[in-house]
């Protein structure tokens, strides 16, 4: 079974960054065999919303909102994945989750928590 972790959240001001990681803690998982994609939960939202996305061959996808500000990535050596958030903003509050589907099931971390305070 495929156990993705999220790191690196965490309460900043506006304007400031925060690197989040996603690991897969069972050791059985490739994050360069598959796409990995990063969504979010606002507070009082009962949906998560895209954010962004890493495919196999590196092609990247980001939601509108992003504009610029953040960035996906991929360590194959580390096996990770991380999205760089910078300028953020008090409306990128939320819980980031990491996303994958594995054997035709979507497999989600346990979220890790961003606050951007105003």
């Known amino acids: 079974q495929v156990h993705l972790v999220e790191t690196g959240g965490g309460v900043v001001q506006t304007g400031q960054s925060l690197n989040l990681s996603c690991a897969e803690s069972?050791?059985?998982?490739?994050?360069?065999?598959?796409?990995i994609g990063w969504y979010r939960q606002a507070p009082g939202k009962r949906e998560r919303e895209f954010v962004a996305?890493?495919?196999?061959?590196?092609?990247?996808n980001y939601a509108e909102f992003v504009e610029g500000r953040f960035t996906v990535s991929r360590d194959d050596a580390k096996n990770t994945v991380h999205l760089q958030m910078n300028s953020l903003k008090p409306e990128d509050t939320g819980i980031y989750y990491c996303h994958t589907i594995y054997f035709h099931k979507n497999t989600w971390g346990q979220g890790t928590q961003v606050t951007v305070a105003s």
């Open positions: 069972g050791g059985i998982f490739r994050f360069s065999f598959n796409t």
């Open positions: 996305s890493i495919t196999q061959t590196r092609n990247t």
